[in-house]
């Protein structure tokens, strides 16, 4: 009779004779999340970690700020408004600005009720495991402060060089409150656009590597029992097909417990990236001729552009685990 390994296990030590945790291998992309309030350290079974920290704090203050922000955006609207390309940029803005104060909302309460974490350490990662998911996070950490830095020149080119066109987001300012010298407000919006870009691109791109490695995980175990069944010629026993649906369970349980937290973001950002490439799709025709430079057209497509990625990735995310866990839940 033959035995089916462990695939799913990960128990296999590197060549340094260490056993790799998710979070490890992770480390580049939360590196990156940390600087911006979305992932701090705080696991339930640690009575030190459940303590305040320096980093939880700062991710305290950054919930506050977007939903501060998101809430500020309310007072852009006026009585005097009436349906066009202005009120339709409000609304894409406001949409926008919703969708990363929810994405900041949920990675928090992932980091406070310490999901990920247990995910993170708890898992330990074999050779093979440990390689792909480095390589991915590394891939994916130099995309997305990629797209980060090219997003900020921009933002930085639409709120100080366009004459106004970006003050629509200065709200209530500009809209109930005149000023003159919006030099300090600009900055202030600028940085808080940083943190709003930030809460786009980093949630979306964490949550699509956990879909590809989940996803590497289910492949793992179905190559195995495919290996298993050539071997023995399509005869298995009970022992090897209990190992097998463990694996799969185990691996389902794992996206379970990060869906319980992540669902809301995910659905969020496509509910509300969806309608956003709609706005925008439906400025673009029916109010192109009212645009009055290039720099409006062209600003208002890479930004559809930028979104549909974004609707793109979270898409994929969600085919790619409900492909994978729809056929464990068949087996």
């Not at 709003?196 to 979306?204: E, S």
């Amino acid at each position: 009779m033959s035995t089916i390994a462990p695939a799913d296990s990960d128990r296999t030590r590197t060549s340094s004779g260490e056993e790799k945790t998710v979070e490890q291998c992770l480390r580049p992309l939360i590196t990156s999340m940390r600087l911006f309030g979305l992932y701090f350290d705080r696991r339930p079974n640690d009575s030190k970690s459940r303590k305040w920290n320096p980093w939880m704090i700062y991710s305290v203050f950054a919930l506050a700020l977007l939903w501060i922000n998101a809430v500020r955006m309310f007072s852009s609207f006026t009585s005097e408004d009436r349906f066009g390309l202005i009120l339709l940029n409000k609304v894409i803005h406001l949409i926008w600005m919703t969708q990363c104060a929810v994405s900041q909302t949920a990675f928090y309460v992932t980091s406070h009720l310490g999901k990920l974490q247990d995910v993170f350490l708890k898992r330990k990662l074999s050779v093979e495991g440990a390689t792909y998911l480095r390589r991915i996070a590394v891939l994916s950490t130099i995309v997305s402060w990629s797209i980060f830095g090219i997003c900020s020149v921009l933002l930085m080119y639409a709120i100080f060089f366009t004459d106004g066109f970006t003050d629509i987001m200065l709200a209530p300012l500009q809209t109930y409150v005149a000023m003159s010298n919006l030099l300090a407000p600009r900055i202030i919006l600028y940085a808080v656009n940083v943190f709003l870009l930030a809460a786009h691109i980093f949630p979306q791109v964490m949550t699509f590597l956990l879909a590809m490695f989940i996803s590497f995980r289910f492949r793992r175990v179905n190559a195995e029992l495919e290996r298993s069944l050539d071997a023995e010629e399509g005869r298995l026993g009970d022992y090897e097909i209990d190992v097998i649906r463990r694996q799969h369970q185990e691996i389902a349980m794992s996206v379970s417990n990060i869906d319980d937290c992540l669902m809301l973001s995910n659905a969020s950002a496509f509910c509300c990236q969806l309608a956003i490439v709609i706005a925008c799709l439906y400025t673009l025709i029916f109010y192109h001729s009212c645009m009055s430079t290039r720099f409006v057209v062209a600003s208002l497509s890479v930004w559809m552009i930028f979104v549909f990625i974004g609707l793109s990735f979270t898409a994929a995310g969600g085919i790619m685990i409900n492909n994978y866990v729809s056929e464990s839940n068949a087996a």
